[in-house]
């Protein structure tokens, strides 16, 4: 071993490009992004929460159906604060079409203004056949 001219390359911890002790060699560290909802309880619980300078923050309140917008500008002095209510929207339910019945002719009425025609109509088939 001591007399092989590649026994650098093999050995890891010999070789400084994979040496594990190599503090150059460690991976970079990669912080977790970790998405933490933020509660208040009140909108002065919001007013008092510290926001970084040039940061913002959604606050959700834990008391109400509310949250609040809190931003600071570049050198710390928080701008004014907004406030949403915020609802479930649900899907609009079908409408169904009321039918106006005024406009239909039930069938009594109808055999009525049948029986009113025929009269009408036998005369004026009289007429036509007189008429040729």
Do not use: C, W
């Not at 970790?34 to 309880?41: A, C, D």
């Amino acid at each position: 071993m001591i007399n092989n001219p590649y026994y650098s390359y093999i050995n890891p911890y010999t070789n400084p490009y994979i040496n594990p002790y190599n503090p150059y060699n460690q991976p970079a560290y990669i912080p977790e992004h970790r998405q933490e909802i933020p509660f208040v309880q009140g909108i002065e619980a919001a007013k008092a929460y510290q926001v970084a300078a040039g940061s913002k923050v959604i606050l959700f309140d834990s008391e109400d159906q509310r949250f609040y917008v809190k931003q600071t500008d570049a050198n710390g002095v928080p701008q004014p604060m907004l406030i949403f209510d915020y609802v479930q929207h649900k899907d609009p339910e079908p409408k169904k079409e009321e039918v106006d019945f005024s406009q239909f002719v039930t069938k009594d009425d109808l055999e009525k203004i049948i029986a009113d025609l025929k009269p009408k109509r036998q005369k004026k088939e009289v007429a036509d056949e007189q008429a040729v």
